[in-house]
Structure formats: C-alpha cells, structure tokens
C-alpha cells in the first residue's frame, strides 16, 4: 500500500493457469540450475542419490507438476544445496499456487516507480531477497521482520514489515504504534516509504523498478511519536 492510502478491502480470485505455469516453470528451473551448479551431469545422477524415480526427479524439473516437499528437500540433499533455504522457496511457491490471490478494486496499475505492487501485479512470483530481524533499540526484544520483496517477472523491488506477537500486545494495551516502512534504489538515491498505523499485519510500501545496482528496505517504528526501533535488510543487486 502506498502513500498514505488507508488498508483496504479486496476482491478474491484465483491465480491464472498461465500464472500457475509460471511459477512450477520458474521453481524448475532454479532447481535444475542448482543441479547444473553442483556439477551433477545427468538426472539420473540425481535419482540414484535421492532414491526417487528417475521419472519422478525428470518430473520435479520438467515444470509442469509442482514437486513435493520431500522430493524437492531430496534434490537439494543430493545436489549440497542449502535446505532450510529452499524449504522457504517450496513454502512460498506452493503457498502462491494454492492461496486465493487478492485483486485490488482499484484496478490494476503499471509496474513504476511509487506503484502499489499488489496493483501493479508483482505479488504473484514474489520472494523475499533479503531479510532482517527488527529489535526495540533499548533493549534486546525482536519485535518484527522486515523484508524486501522481488518480483523477477515484473522486476520490482519493495519493502514489507510483519509484527510479532509482542509488538502486537503493545499495540494493544501500551502504546500507539506506527511505521514508515520503505525500499531503496542506491544508484539514484531513490526512495519510496509508506506511513501506516500498525494493523496486526503485514504492511508494504510502493515498488521500485529494479536492474539498476543494489536494493534494500528498511522499517522505522515508532510508540506514541518516538522513534524505538530501525532495521534495515542488507543489500541485493536485483535483476
């Protein structure tokens, strides 16, 4: 959400096959990459490690079922891959591919600089590039995440901000909670920050376009006017 819009309500629909295509071909292809990388040359190499099918290892890479889980922790194993890393891919794939996707009213906007990345359609293959623990500066308690977004497809970069259950029990019963949650283009010293009352929730910002040097984003919280805590994720050079 940009500016100072306030959170909205959206129309439900389902993702499109041609989205859903999208996402099982681009999950394949990494996982074949990290194969080629391994410097494993056949896929029956990869078979004979996991102790799956040789079909069953063509089908997780061919892009047109989604792999298991378990295949998918099987392949990484066998290919030295980090597996908590793409357990959170599978996680993210699988939840896009499932869950009803969330159409603005509004209508759909370009992919520029300052759009709404829901509007600007930039969620459907989003990841998460870079990710920072956010603690309260006057003592050591994690109060959130921040992270920043990417959408290869669209290349879009933004910045997105969710609370953990403490920072909801202070909204609650202590203090009056904001946040500036923000994304930033270092190469032209671009920003672009959204102001929120903080809503139990994830909040976002607008997009910048990516391809042009590193990106990051970063959150400012405040309880009752006074800044308490700042994080910022570390850098990516995004596509």
């Not at 908590?84 to 159409?103: F, G, I, M, Q, S």
Request: net charge negative.
């Amino acid at each position: 959400m940009t500016g100072t819009t306030m959170p909205r309500e959206c129309l439900i629909m389902s993702a499109s096959s041609q989205e859903a295509g999208d996402l099982r071909r681009l999950f394949a292809a990494e996982l074949d990459r990290l194969r080629v990388s391994a410097g494993i040359t056949s896929l029956r190499a990869v078979a004979r490690k996991t102790f799956f099918s040789h079909t069953t290892i063509a089908d997780a890479v061919g892009g047109k079922k989604f792999p298991s889980l378990e295949v998918t922790t099987a392949f990484v194993t066998a290919c030295d891959g980090d597996v908590d890393e793409w357990r959170r891919k599978w996680t993210e794939t699988y939840a896009a591919l499932t869950t009803p996707v969330l159409a603005s009213p509004w209508g759909k906007q370009e992919v520029a600089d300052g759009n709404d990345p829901v509007d600007a359609g930039c969620r459907d293959d989003a990841v998460t590039a870079r990710a920072a623990s956010v603690s309260l500066a006057a003592k050591r308690h994690i109060i959130g995440l921040v992270e920043l977004r990417y959408s290869p497809r669209t290349h879009a970069a933004w910045g997105r901000f969710r609370g953990e259950p403490g920072l909801d029990m202070l909204a609650m019963h202590r203090y009056h909670v904001d946040l500036t949650v923000g994304v930033a283009r270092e190469v032209d010293d671009r920003r672009v920050e959204y102001r929120v009352e903080y809503g139990f929730d994830h909040h976002w910002g607008g997009l910048l376009v990516t391809g042009k040097g590193p990106f990051f984003a970063w959150v400012d919280v405040r309880f009752d006017g006074a800044e308490v805590a700042y994080g910022e994720t570390g850098r990516a050079v995004l596509d």
